[in-house]
């Protein structure tokens, strides 16, 4: 599994991305890959939870949603994560 931390401004362009993002989300959770998601208290990041294979896939994971290229939206930080509960 992998965890995708998000950092966010107060960009106005993020906001009006987010309803399209989180439909794609909503989705990746329907099919088993997004397993966990959502905005940190604050709404200053978000953090995202993804089971993949590999880091290649979280690569192309994020490439398919424009909302991690959005003004405001940072993929601060991606960490394999092994969790021996779920």
Not at 12 to 41: K, N, Q, S
Request: hydrophobic share 45%; charged share 25%.
């Amino acid at each position: 599994m992998w965890i995708v931390e998000l950092e966010f401004t107060e960009a106005p362009e993020r906001l009006a991305a987010r309803p399209a993002h989180r439909e794609v989300l909503t989705g990746r959770h329907e099919a088993g890959v997004v397993r966990m998601a959502g905005p940190f208290a604050g709404d200053g990041g978000a953090l995202i939870v993804l089971d993949l294979p590999a880091r290649s896939d979280v690569e192309a994971f994020l490439a398919a949603d424009p909302y991690y290229g959005t003004p405001g939206v940072t993929v601060a930080r991606v960490r394999e994560w092994t969790p021996f509960l779920t």
